[in-house]
């Protein structure tokens, strides 16, 4: 078994907050104030309740008894899965009743998931758009569907949910209708177009998606009919669609209605529930991780896209998607780009590729003159260019990529009058989209930059024109993950994202009133990706069989990412091994012995061989920090022991054995072709510092320096500022005595040993006990937060506090890097 490693790159995203505006209530980021999910136990025992009574009915009187003021939103009754109501609370302070009412299983706070956001969407103009992919199949190829629909299967009788924006049913690929009998044969709009997170939703039956475009995108890979004129067809493209509307237009929504949605598709009985959604947790405990992963206990296959925050490193994955038992869905980049190219004039040389999906659209014939004839200049163009430039008007201006930023670069040559610009790759830039403002400015690859530089030195008097001519061009990191594809694990060491599928530059339908037609990525494209390959293996093995998708071995320079689904592998195999992954968790709670069961499936004898063969261990966070890397996350060579109880052995048809392996870390287990991947990380997570003290600003109160008093009125409050360098199960703050000396008296291991994760109520208030916390003697608790995610990069949490000041923060101390590896 190999060791993995994915690999990501580019720019850093920032998650700020802004200090200047204070966030209301006693609320991170993502929190609605005073919202709540209650989840209550359903047995008859509980005081207060009535045989006759809604199984929530006996929290709601007691909050009315004790003259709480609330509001219900949507109610819960799935047993087995979720019962209990969304409650609105108006007083913070009633929190304590809510909290006391009897029969509480879990109290989790209602969070924000954002719009989905593509990474790239490019709208296709029609048949003659030169940027069409001249292979629209290559993703089927790529993961064996091609071979499934030349044996005529393609989802047949299989019921798949889509819990997105709604569903432009008005496509004629798409069936072009609602209702039993099309395609779209159902769904229902939990929201309306015009809701956004806070408004009021505006339910009714029509999941039309005319505005978005998201979920439109999302049912055509799954869905979209063949024959139409851009050769697209969905992966299962016979199965039947429902489409569960919930966003409008804009904005995001509430995580009560993603779980209301859920729940529907329970009760609709559907096969297969994809959600190409998902706020960053980084834990498997959010109300939606938690719902998601037990409806997909319950029998339904729930695949969820793993994010889109690659360049933000690892420990940054998505709910739902982190839920344990739900198929979190990496992506990988489709292998053929359709992109420009320049025309050379004056020499005989190929046309030279520049990436963009559009002509760059300049008419004439330019000569080339570069701002550095030494092509391995570090800094081209990063200063003044000298006096001895010429006016750069009617030339097309050759620049190195590297030390400063494109932007400025372009800044630095339009002074010379420079009105277009190529800049080559420097070998780190890489040879990517970019879009620098209102200026004729793309990239080229390395060699092309070099020959062109080349050609100035020669003085040979080339010319580049810009003809619209698109060409394909093999995607040099084409079935690779994609640049944007989440890390995992989650903060509790589930093994996210655990398979890939075509995410990036994928064509598919898009709302008739938004153009037909859209090339697009993100997660959210290789999600449906793997709900229609689910339905396939449905279809081909019966509904009862359970799924396992199998993964192929993805390449990503020299070390491995989570697999890139084989479907037709997944269907013909007839070896399984399971469970499919083995999880070691971390130092702290190190389960060194694993079993895995392989059984040949098979009619015939097959003789096994068992190996380890070690592979990549990534470095998650760098010796000389205390937060995570960004991406492409750093790979090291340290690997795992692992002693396997067996070499090999030979099955008869439908036999099967255990494999059991001692796993030392760092390190890894073999690789079969079927093999459970494993993933352990090695360090005690629990000894990870939380807070960010390494810049000397957070944690703070803003704006405070000195003794300051608050009046409590209008913004008048303080505000706690702080950045979380690593996700945390637990931060209370609390309110001490100034003049206290504090020492960290905290024992990491009484906060992760609280329970099951599952089943741990989750509070967002103070559980307002005791006088003293870890021994510190407390005037109050202030606020609490459970399961919250880490900031990210630059950014920081700032939250407002109801009390006075004399607040202290606990901290842990130092510890080394931490790797994790995984591997399959
Ligand atoms: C909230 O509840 C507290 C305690 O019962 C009470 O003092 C306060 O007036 C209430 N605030 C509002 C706005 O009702
Ligand atoms: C796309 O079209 C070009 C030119 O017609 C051809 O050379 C290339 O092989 C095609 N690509 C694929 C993947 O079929
Ligand atoms: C669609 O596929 C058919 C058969 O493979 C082929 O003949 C036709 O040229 C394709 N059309 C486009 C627009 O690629
Ligand atoms: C080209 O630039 C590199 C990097 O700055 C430098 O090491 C090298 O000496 C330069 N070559 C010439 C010929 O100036
Ligand atoms: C692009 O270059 C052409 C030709 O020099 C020029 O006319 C045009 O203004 C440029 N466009 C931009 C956006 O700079
Ligand atoms: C390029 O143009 C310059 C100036 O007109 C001329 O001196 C030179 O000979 C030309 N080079 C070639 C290779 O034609
Ligand atoms: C790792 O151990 C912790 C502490 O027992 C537990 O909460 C967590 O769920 C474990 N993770 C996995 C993947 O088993
Ligand atoms: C805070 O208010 C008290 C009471 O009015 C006053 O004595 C004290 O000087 C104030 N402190 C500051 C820093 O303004
Ligand atoms: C804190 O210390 C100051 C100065 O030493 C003293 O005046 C004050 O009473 C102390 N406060 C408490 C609550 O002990």
């Given at each position: 078994m190999k060791f993995l490693a994915a690999l990501v790159s580019l720019s850093l995203a920032v998650n700020y907050v802004s200090a200047d505006v204070p966030i209301e209530g006693v609320t991170a980021l993502t929190v609605v104030p005073g919202q709540f999910i209650v989840e209550v136990d359903t047995s008859s025992h509980i005081p207060g309740k009535r045989s006759t009574d809604a199984p929530h009915a006996h929290v709601l009187r007691h909050l009315t008894e004790r003259g709480v003021n609330f509001n219900v939103g949507h109610e819960y009754n799935t047993p087995g899965i979720l019962v209990g109501a969304a409650i609105t609370l108006k007083n913070a302070s009633d929190a304590k009743a809510l909290q006391e009412s009897p029969g509480i299983v879990a109290i989790r706070p209602v969070m924000l998931i954002p719009a989905p956001d593509p990474v790239e969407v490019h709208v296709i103009s029609g048949l003659g758009d030169p940027n069409l992919p001249n292979d629209t199949q290559s993703t089927h190829v790529l993961t064996g569907v091609d071979k499934l629909h030349a044996e005529g299967r393609f989802g047949e009788g299989i019921k798949i949910g889509i819990i997105d924006t709604g569903v432009d049913y008005t496509h004629p690929s798409l069936g072009g209708g609602f209702g039993p009998g099309f395609k779209i044969a159902g769904g229902y709009d939990f929201v309306g177009d015009a809701y956004e997170a806070g408004s009021t939703p505006q339910p009714d039956n029509d999941p039309l998606d005319q505005c978005n475009g998201h979920g439109t995108r999302v049912a055509g890979i799954i869905g979209a009919d063949p024959g139409n004129i851009f050769n697209i067809s969905g992966v299962a493209y016979k199965s039947t669609l429902t489409a569960y509307k919930v966003f409008g237009c804009i904005g995001s929504v509430g995580d009560d209605i993603v779980v209301a949605a859920l729940l529907r598709g329970v009760a609709d009985k559907q096969d297969i529930l994809t959600l190409s959604l998902g706020a960053p947790s980084a834990w498997s405990t959010t109300t939606t991780s938690v719902v998601a992963s037990r409806v997909a206990a319950s029998g339904i296959i729930v695949t969820v896209a793993a994010g889109n925050n690659g360049a933000s490193g690892g420990w940054y994955t998505t709910g739902p998607g982190n839920g344990v038992d739900v198929i979190a869905v990496a992506s990988i980049d489709n292998t053929y780009l359709q992109l420009q190219t320049a025309s050379v004039q004056g020499v005989q040389h190929d046309p030279i590729p520049y990436h963009q999906l559009w002509s760059l659209g300049i008419s004439g014939e330019f000569p080339i003159y570069a701002t550095s004839t030494n092509t391995s200049v570090v800094d081209d163009a990063c200063g003044p260019l000298p006096d001895s430039t010429p006016d750069?008007?009617?030339?097309?201006?050759?620049?190195?990529?590297?030390?400063?930023?494109l932007d400025w670069k372009a800044a630095q040559v339009a002074t010379k009058g420079a009105n277009i610009v190529l800049f080559y790759d420097d070998g780190l830039t890489g040879f990517v989209k970019i879009n620098i403002g209102n200026y004729n400015a793309s990239m080229i690859q390395a060699a092309d930059g070099e020959w062109l530089v080349s050609q100035f030195v020669a003085n040979t008097n080339i010319t580049l024109s810009f003809p619209d001519a698109s060409t394909p061009v093999a995607y040099p990191v084409g079935g690779l993950i994609s640049y944007f594809s989440s890390y995992g694990p989650t903060n509790d060491k589930y093994f996210k994202p655990a398979v890939a599928a075509p995410g990036g530059n994928i064509?598919?339908?898009?709302?008739?009133?938004?153009?037909?037609?859209?090339?697009?990525?993100?997660?959210?494209?290789?999600?449906p990706f793997i709900a229609g390959s689910a339905a396939l293996l449905l279809e081909a093995k019966g509904r009862t069989t359970g799924v396992a998708l199998r993964a192929q071995h993805i390449r990503n320079n020299g070390a491995d990412a989570p697999g890139l689904v084989d479907v037709y592998?997944?269907?013909?195999?007839?070896?399984?091994?399971s469970p499919g992954e083995l999880l070691l968790n971390d130092t702290a709670y190190y389960r060194k012995t694993q079993s895995f069961t392989v059984k040949n499936t098979g009619k015939s004898i097959k003789t096994y061989t068992i190996s380890h063969v070690p592979a990549g261990t990534a470095l998650t966070i760098p010796s000389n920090s205390i937060q995570p890397a960004a991406g492409p996350v750093p790979l090291s060579t340290a690997y795992a022991n692992v002693q396997l109880s067996t070499t090999g052995f030979l099955l008869l048809p439908g036999e099967s054995r255990q494999v059991t392996a001692f796993i030392t870390p760092p390190a890894a287990r073999r690789k079969t072709r079927t093999s459970p991947t494993y993933l352990g990380l090695a360090a005690a997570l629990k000894d990870a510092p939380i807070f960010d003290n390494t810049q000397a600003i957070y944690p703070r109160i803003h704006g405070v320096t000195g003794p300051q008093n608050f009046t409590f009125n209008s913004y008048d409050y303080p505000i706690l500022e702080y950045r979380l360098s690593f996700g945390t199960a637990l931060l209370r703050i609390d309110l001490v005595d100034p003049n206290i000396t504090l020492t960290t008296t905290l024992n990491p291991s009484s906060v992760a040993e609280r329970g099951s994760v599952l089943d741990e109520p989750i509070f967002t208030f103070p559980h307002g006990k005791p006088n003293t916390f870890a021994q510190v003697s407390i005037i109050g608790a202030l606020t609490e937060l459970d399961y919250f995610p880490r900031d990210l990069d630059l950014g920081y949490t700032g939250i407002t506090l109801g009390l006075e000041l004399g607040l202290r923060i606990q901290r842990s101390g130092n510890m080394g890097p931490i790797a994790f590896c995984y591997g399959h």
């Amino acid at each position: 078994m190999k060791f993995l490693a994915a690999l990501v790159s580019l720019s850093l995203a920032v998650n700020y907050v802004s200090a200047d505006v204070p966030i209301e209530g006693v609320t991170a980021l993502t929190v609605v104030p005073g919202q709540f999910i209650v989840e209550v136990d359903t047995s008859s025992h509980i005081p207060g309740k009535r045989s006759t009574d809604a199984p929530h009915a006996h929290v709601l009187r007691h909050l009315t008894e004790r003259g709480v003021n609330f509001n219900v939103g949507h109610e819960y009754n799935t047993p087995g899965i979720l019962v209990g109501a969304a409650i609105t609370l108006k007083n913070a302070s009633d929190a304590k009743a809510l909290q006391e009412s009897p029969g509480i299983v879990a109290i989790r706070p209602v969070m924000l998931i954002p719009a989905p956001d593509p990474v790239e969407v490019h709208v296709i103009s029609g048949l003659g758009d030169p940027n069409l992919p001249n292979d629209t199949q290559s993703t089927h190829v790529l993961t064996g569907v091609d071979k499934l629909h030349a044996e005529g299967r393609f989802g047949e009788g299989i019921k798949i949910g889509i819990i997105d924006t709604g569903v432009d049913y008005t496509h004629p690929s798409l069936g072009g209708g609602f209702g039993p009998g099309f395609k779209i044969a159902g769904g229902y709009d939990f929201v309306g177009d015009a809701y956004e997170a806070g408004s009021t939703p505006q339910p009714d039956n029509d999941p039309l998606d005319q505005c978005n475009g998201h979920g439109t995108r999302v049912a055509g890979i799954i869905g979209a009919d063949p024959g139409n004129i851009f050769n697209i067809s969905g992966v299962a493209y016979k199965s039947t669609l429902t489409a569960y509307k919930v966003f409008g237009c804009i904005g995001s929504v509430g995580d009560d209605i993603v779980v209301a949605a859920l729940l529907r598709g329970v009760a609709d009985k559907q096969d297969i529930l994809t959600l190409s959604l998902g706020a960053p947790s980084a834990w498997s405990t959010t109300t939606t991780s938690v719902v998601a992963s037990r409806v997909a206990a319950s029998g339904i296959i729930v695949t969820v896209a793993a994010g889109n925050n690659g360049a933000s490193g690892g420990w940054y994955t998505t709910g739902p998607g982190n839920g344990v038992d739900v198929i979190a869905v990496a992506s990988i980049d489709n292998t053929y780009l359709q992109l420009q190219t320049a025309s050379v004039q004056g020499v005989q040389h190929d046309p030279i590729p520049y990436h963009q999906l559009w002509s760059l659209g300049i008419s004439g014939e330019f000569p080339i003159y570069a701002t550095s004839t030494n092509t391995s200049v570090v800094d081209d163009a990063c200063g003044p260019l000298p006096d001895s430039t010429p006016d750069l008007s009617d030339y097309v201006t050759i620049v190195r990529a590297g030390s400063c930023t494109l932007d400025w670069k372009a800044a630095q040559v339009a002074t010379k009058g420079a009105n277009i610009v190529l800049f080559y790759d420097d070998g780190l830039t890489g040879f990517v989209k970019i879009n620098i403002g209102n200026y004729n400015a793309s990239m080229i690859q390395a060699a092309d930059g070099e020959w062109l530089v080349s050609q100035f030195v020669a003085n040979t008097n080339i010319t580049l024109s810009f003809p619209d001519a698109s060409t394909p061009v093999a995607y040099p990191v084409g079935g690779l993950i994609s640049y944007f594809s989440s890390y995992g694990p989650t903060n509790d060491k589930y093994f996210k994202p655990a398979v890939a599928a075509p995410g990036g530059n994928i064509p598919s339908t898009y709302p008739l009133p938004m153009g037909t037609w859209a090339v697009l990525s993100g997660t959210s494209m290789a999600t449906p990706f793997i709900a229609g390959s689910a339905a396939l293996l449905l279809e081909a093995k019966g509904r009862t069989t359970g799924v396992a998708l199998r993964a192929q071995h993805i390449r990503n320079n020299g070390a491995d990412a989570p697999g890139l689904v084989d479907v037709y592998k997944s269907i013909y195999t007839e070896t399984t091994v399971s469970p499919g992954e083995l999880l070691l968790n971390d130092t702290a709670y190190y389960r060194k012995t694993q079993s895995f069961t392989v059984k040949n499936t098979g009619k015939s004898i097959k003789t096994y061989t068992i190996s380890h063969v070690p592979a990549g261990t990534a470095l998650t966070i760098p010796s000389n920090s205390i937060q995570p890397a960004a991406g492409p996350v750093p790979l090291s060579t340290a690997y795992a022991n692992v002693q396997l109880s067996t070499t090999g052995f030979l099955l008869l048809p439908g036999e099967s054995r255990q494999v059991t392996a001692f796993i030392t870390p760092p390190a890894a287990r073999r690789k079969t072709r079927t093999s459970p991947t494993y993933l352990g990380l090695a360090a005690a997570l629990k000894d990870a510092p939380i807070f960010d003290n390494t810049q000397a600003i957070y944690p703070r109160i803003h704006g405070v320096t000195g003794p300051q008093n608050f009046t409590f009125n209008s913004y008048d409050y303080p505000i706690l500022e702080y950045r979380l360098s690593f996700g945390t199960a637990l931060l209370r703050i609390d309110l001490v005595d100034p003049n206290i000396t504090l020492t960290t008296t905290l024992n990491p291991s009484s906060v992760a040993e609280r329970g099951s994760v599952l089943d741990e109520p989750i509070f967002t208030f103070p559980h307002g006990k005791p006088n003293t916390f870890a021994q510190v003697s407390i005037i109050g608790a202030l606020t609490e937060l459970d399961y919250f995610p880490r900031d990210l990069d630059l950014g920081y949490t700032g939250i407002t506090l109801g009390l006075e000041l004399g607040l202290r923060i606990q901290r842990s101390g130092n510890m080394g890097p931490i790797a994790f590896c995984y591997g399959h």
